[in-house]
């Protein structure tokens, strides 16, 4: 189907034309085929599911227009990653050109984002989205289009749940709703279709011809049966095949199972791909690497070993890094600068990053509570399925490493001649169970134990279990969420308490809102210090627990002695509560981890000390200041006496800082190391008051820019002389300035 049969589907002219500047003529099978199907016709839901990059976006795309031009009101397109929201902002800003307002919301779990009432598509999470939903979104009632985006992750463990029970709502307050699922190849998407009351579309069809095969002994085996050698140079198999592809000007994305690894691989390729570099691109490839390694203030190690690898064109990723220097690295590699990538599995399941050539050094991954396990064929897939760029290769090739002979056939046989699992709902874990049970009484979708049962049945999980074992299921996290105070019942109606339903829109576990409550009622009648919240949070399972390494049981059992007297709760037997004693220890050393940050550890020493590289401070460091923010809402609701202690902590954890820089970090574009350097001259915001624009530019990290918005903020005007454009001096206005202090 050629684009301007579009126009035979009501899709206006300037639409076809705005495709056609995109480089689109004809639309690829399975877009045509879901025409064809009536997807433009707005009467019913669809499931598409088609390999990596034969057009899913695009078919949404055509239904979002179609909706708002024929029925107005607004689009919801829900991604399971916010790096893909960014991306999916970026692609779908091209229609701003037609008028269509295009927003992102990925943060805040307690708002309602109100602003968006006047943007026409949203993007956002499935976490964000059932958030919105919990609080009462005003304009989700005027969403006519749902376009769930990877629905196969439902059957992951700690985002799916959210994704099915947020469809679920919104299709309960819409009949009208049209959802559209995106999904890759699985086996029973016709479950999922099922389940949704929709369209089924699938196809194998790719835009580049996929070619999949076993490398060993310096030979690729395809599935086709064909062979081919490979120039076998090095030692390492996968760098092999890694630069015989950049060598036939084409890149290589090498998926290996940990972070150490990726870092090692590209840290090898490096040199041997530089050889291959044009002598422009070496020249932009410095540059990146400056970019990369000063991302942050006080670059780390892993900062080092990235930026060297770079300048070579080989690069690692994985979510250790920091946000920008992840942006970096994706958008070199898509400007073919960075040759070789390696990464770890959750970039298959992320950003779009194809590649001539994708290898799939390792087939097991470590699990702490089994060892080494097999990665699931739909894993495989997906990693295999970012073989190939479109409109760049006649095809795209996805290559397994085999040790031996033997396993070169196992390879063949256990994942590319495999059909993929089929996904199943985990629903069904408590924690998800109590969020979700607690927010369907919260927010009115259920009123009696009939009624969870009916909404619940509604639900992928629902959809495939038997009515009695859903019925228990809910039964005994009923019973949990009435003992704790969450619900309670009135006139015959379960209903949210009003720590319920705060509990609810903050987002959290009933079961962690239940520890920060007891550790408050603690703190009421205790001596209190930064470590005695700290460790509060770190007894909440979305902060995640740092492991005790070999070793560390005796290096941190003095320090936990040390501080028992402020801990909240009460340490278990060392000797009858082994486990417990262990696991307590644990939280402890995550309590400490956050201690050292808000006491100004560099991100050097917080890398070496708790192996935590600067992505992952960033994403520990995010929930730590949300888990407090609800700690001081609960204090609030129960009128707790030292609600202020924890909202400065908060604060503190935020910036990372230590409590003289609380002022300061009030100031837009001051972080915690400009203002520990401002702190050196300026003690107060009363000082850089009265401090010379000069003075302040002269602050090492500052600057005469940021000098002059610091005096804009403090209620002061900069002046410039026109010939120079130098400053000449700051003046106070009449506005008066919202920063107070503390």
Known sequence: MRIEQLLEQGLPRQVVELLREQGIEKLFPPQEESIKRGLLSLK??????????????????????????????????????????????????????????????????????????????IVTTSEKADSLIRHRTSWLSEVNVVVADEVHLIHDSSRGPTLEVTLARLRHLSENLIILALSATISNANEIASWLNA??????????????????AGEILFTDSSRRGIDASYANEAL?????????????????????????????????????????????????????????????RICRRLSKA????????????????????????????????????????????PARR???????????????????????????????????????????????????????????????????????????????????????????????????????????????????????????????????????KIVATPFGKRVSELYIDPLSAVTLRN???????????????????????????????????????????????????????????????????????????????????????????????????????EIAEWLLYAMEEIARLFNFKKREEISRLRLRVKHGIREELLELVSLKGIGRARARKLYTRFKTLEELRKASLKDIASVPLIGEKLAASIKAQLGEKVTRSPASGNEVKATKTTKQSTLTGF
């Not at 949404?60 to 607004?74: D, F, V, Y």
């Not at 400007?335 to 599995?345: E, F, Q």
């Not at 995550?590 to 935590?612: G, K, P």
């Open 44 to 121: 019913k839901n669809f499931v598409v599911a088609v390999p990596t990059a034969s057009g899913k976006t695009l078919i949404a795309e055509l239904l979002m227009l179609r909706s708002l031009l024929e029925r107005g009101g607004k689009c919801l397109y829900i991604v399971p990653l916010k790096a893909l929201a960014s991306e999916k902002l970026e692609e779908f800003r091209k229609y701003e050109k037609l008028g269509v307002k295009v927003g992102v919301t990925t943060g805040d779990y307690d708002a309602s984002d109100e602003w968006l009432g006047s943007y026409d598509i």
């Open 199 to 216: 369209e089924l579309v699938e196809s194998e069809w790719r835009p580049v011809k996929l070619r999949e095969g076993v490398y060993h």
């Open 240 to 300: 092999n095949l890694a630069l015989d592809t950049v060598k036939e000007g084409g890149q290589s994305l090498v998926f290996v199972n940990t972070r150490r690894g990726a870092e090692r691989f590209a840290t090898e390729a490096a040199p041997k791909v530089k050889r291959l570099l044009s002598e422009a691109e070496k020249e932009e490839l410095k540059e990146i690497a400056q970019r990369v390694l000063h991302v942050l203030a006080e670059p780390t």
């Open 310 to 353: 770079v300048a070579g064109g080989a690069a690692f990723h994985h979510a250790g890094l920091a946000p920008e220097q992840r942006r970096l690295i994706e958008h070199a590699f898509r400007r073919n600068l960075i040759k070789v990538l390696a990464a770890t599995p959750t970039l298959a399941a992320g950003v779009n990053l």
């Open 358 to 492: 994708v290898v799939i050094r390792d087939y097991r991954r470590y699990d702490s509570s089994l060892g080494y396990v097999e990665i699931p064929v739909m894993e495989i897939k997906q990693m295999a399925g970012r073989a190939g760029r479109p409109r760049y290769d006649r095809y795209g090739e996805a290559i397994l490493v085999a040790r031996a002979e033997e396993e070169r056939d196992f390879l063949l046989e256990r994942y590319l001649l495999a059909e993929p699992e089929r996904v199943y709902s985990k629903l069904a874990a408590l924690p998800a169970l109590r969020m979700h049970i607690l927010a369907s009484i919260a927010t009115g979708y259920a009123s009696s134990f009939s009624g969870l049962v009916d909404f619940f049945s509604k639900t992928f999980y629902g959809h495939q279990q038997e009515a009695y074992t859903l019925e228990s299921s809910l039964l005994s996290v009923l019973e949990f969420l009435e003992h704790e105070g969450f619900l309670q019942e009135e006139e015959e």
């Open 519 to 621: 550790a408050l009622e603690r703190a009421e009648s205790v001596a209190t210090e930064a470590i005695s919240y700290l460790h509060a949070i770190a007894r909440c399972s979305e902060l995640g627990t740092l492991y005790l390494r070999k070793g560390e049981y005796e290096e941190y059992l003095p320090k936990l002695l040390e501080q028992e007297r402020y801990l909240l709760f009460p340490l278990p037997s060392q000797y009858y509560e082994a486990y417990a004693f262990e696991h307590f220890l644990a939280e402890f050393k995550t309590a400490l981890f956050l201690h050292d940050w808000i006491e100004e550890r560099s991100e050097e020493y917080l890398l070496e000390r708790y192996n935590l590289a600067p992505g992952d401070i960033h994403s520990r460091v």
